[in-house]
């Protein structure tokens, strides 16, 4: 048993983190142990992409901005290609997954997602042709990092929290699978 009668079985079931003190610890020292976590669902495995494309476009306006120009494009592509791909897994994977289990035809809140995928790809290729062609691309870029704001606030936000509680453990394990496969 630890301090105030848990013991660290016990602290361990309720998600909380057991205290351990091991012999020879200084007076007072608390050695953790984290409980181990369920599979990250739909939301935190998308809200991490959002993250990572966010920063590479972030990485691709600095660098043109400092006027390296091939590392600006470098980052751009990989940024565009990872977006293009992330659009793509929602609309074939996800929004099918969401208007299955929540009983919502596809004109419902995944058709907006689906007309906003359509008009950031727009933007991104507006955006590939002002950087190909050497023209300035501030008004582009900053038009394009509002758009994915916005649009990622709403599905991180509303969507893919509500997918996760609609979804069974089994449903939301294949569309975490199928949200981590590699495609081309």
Known sequence: MTRGGTT??????????A?????????GARLHT??????????EIIGSENGHLAALFQRA??????????EAWACFD?????LLRHMRVEEELVFPA????????????TATMRTEHR???NRLEQLALALDEGYEASELEHSLAHMLAEHNRREEAILY?????LLSADEGDMLAAGLRAPRS
């Open 61 to 70: 306006r600095e660098a043109r901005a400092q006027g390296r120009l091939t």
């Open 161 to 165: 929290p509500v997918l996760d509680r």
């Open 34 to 43: 984290l409980v181990p976590r369920t599979p990250p669902g739909v939301a």
């Open 119 to 121: 008009d950031i790809r």
């Open 19 to 27: 205290p351990h003190v091991g012999v020879g610890s200084p007076p």
């Open 98 to 109: 969401f208007e299955i289990r929540a009983g919502l035809p596809s004109t419902g809140p």
């Open 78 to 82: 990989r940024f565009r290609r990872g």
């Open 8 to 17: 660290a079985r016990g602290a361990r079931s309720l998600g909380r983190r």
